[in-house]
Nanobody, 130 residues
């Protein structure tokens, strides 16, 4: 069974940086990344969960407009880990961040639809103060 475990959250001041990690297990790595789409989502109090960045089956990334140019999604195949480098953080980036995966083909903005993912981690909190 595929498992996702996030880490790297914390509290930073506006303009700062954080790198989130999502350790994945329970699969054959090469097969996993060729079959699954995987990405980062976030949910702030009182708001719906929203897609931040995701990678489709061939490794192509997609970003939400709100984070383009500031966040970068990447993966380390050898370490079975997905990353989200977050730079120039803003108070509105404050949220619980989740790693999610789906064994289906998606492309473009489909990747940012939380309802399309069925495997979720427990989340890591990011708080940005002004």
């Amino acid at each position: 069974q595929v498992q996702l475990v996030e880490s790297g959250g914390g509290s930073v001041q506006a303009g700062g940086s954080l790198r989130l990690s999502c350790a994945t297990s329970g699969y054959t790595y090469s097969a996993y990344y060729s079959t699954y789409c995987i990405g980062w989502f976030r949910q702030a109090p009182g708001k719906e969960r929203e897609g931040v960045a995701a990678i489709e089956n061939d490794g192509t990334p997609t970003y939400a407009d709100s984070v383009k140019g500031r966040f970068r999604i990447s993966r380390d195949i050898a370490k079975n880990t997905l990353y989200l480098q977050m730079n120039s953080l803003k108070p509105e980036d404050t949220a619980m961040y989740y790693c999610a995966a789906a064994r289906r083909r998606m492309t473009g903005l489909q990747l940012l639809g939380a309802e399309r993912y069925n495997l979720w981690g427990h989340g890591t909190q990011v708080t940005v103060s002004s």
